[in-house]
């Protein structure tokens, strides 16, 4: 593991950066996910990086990463752990499962039956587990990087609703430009397991968390608390939205607002860090009869922006 970075933002940059190539923009978003303590949801196709991202992330916040690939006949147990009869001390013994790491990346996770993302769903809410009735915590940095195919659809169990409301986010990492698809083929050159991208750790331990808390400090005024309820309420009245922002989803909204504005390098929030994060905040999480970035854009055009000084 390289030497921590002094400056530890800037620091995870670089590391996912490097690994995740010209796509400074989607980097951006999952740091600011990440020090609002969301959750991340990647629509993606095969291919395009999302374990390298899961991966260079896990490395850079000096943590630990687990991998799960969601299938049909996944149980919550092989999430969430099980307790198994240990003959020598006539006690049963609790076996964690993957769920217990700082970065877990659920693949494919609209493969795997309701009850089963019920589990991983219920751990990212409390970030807690219950097996046989015993509670048991997980890191307090877990965080979750779930993937789905937007184009494969076969056999597949659609996230409903109000599990989508668990995540902070939904992205989309798309094709890399040619000059970065070039730079991968030439580094491939001569290994075995190919470009892996130069990750080191950005954080010391506990470092993460103090982010954390700084973020969620961030001050955010009245008047922009109140464009987002008048932009949540917007949402459930629009006339292409089958079901509007909850309650939760305008809490998140304000995280991720405090994180961009953090990142920023500001202590406050300004209108223009909450319609940036609008996007990927809202596509989570809008039951929407059409193309949610139209329904983003009219909500943003109508709802008057506040004044802010």
Not at 196 to 219: E, H, P, R
Not at 280 to 287: E, K, Q
Request: aromatic share 6%; charged share 20%.
């Amino acid at each position: 593991m390289g030497v921590v970075a002094a400056d530890p933002i800037l620091g995870l940059r670089t590391s996912l950066n490097a690994a995740l190539r010209g796509k400074t923009d989607v980097v951006e978003r999952v740091i600011a996910c990440l020090l609002a303590r969301g959750h991340l949801l990647l629509e993606d196709k095969p291919g395009l990086g999302k374990t390298t991202l899961a991966k260079a992330l896990a490395t850079a916040v000096g943590g630990t990463f687990s991998r799960v690939q969601c299938t049909p006949d996944l149980l919550p147990g092989d999430i969430t752990g099980f307790s198994i009869f240990n003959q020598k001390t006539c006690e049963f013994e609790f076996q964690s499962g993957p769920v217990f790491a700082d970065v877990l990346l659920a693949d494919e996770i609209n493969r795997t039956t309701p009850r089963t993302q019920s589990a991983l769903l219920e751990a990212m809410a409390e970030r807690q587990v219950t097996v046989d009735n015993v509670r048991h915590p997980l890191m307090a940095t877990f965080f979750v990087i779930a993937t789905q195919n937007p184009v494969e659809h076969h056999g597949t169990y659609p996230l409903p609703e109000a599990q989508l409301d668990r995540f902070a986010m939904k992205l989309s990492i798309g094709y890399p430009a040619k000059q970065y698809e070039r730079e991968m083929l030439a580094e491939a050159v001569g290994t075995i397991d190919g470009p892996t991208g130069c990750c080191s750790s950005a954080f010391t331990s506990g470092s993460l968390i103090d982010l954390q808390q700084k973020v969620a400090a961030v001050a955010i005024a009245p008047s922009i608390q109140g464009y987002l309820i008048d932009l949540a309420q917007a949402t459930r009245n629009h006339p292409k939205v089958s079901l509007g922002l909850s309650p939760r989803g305008v809490l998140i909204w304000q995280r991720v607002s405090q994180a961009w504005a953090f990142l920023a390098g500001r202590p406050f929030v300004t209108p223009d860090d909450v319609r940036t994060v609008a996007g990927p905040v809202l596509s989570v999480r809008l039951g929407s009869d059409g193309d949610v970035a139209d329904v983003v854009r009219d909500l943003l055009s109508t709802i008057e922006v506040p004044v802010y000084s």
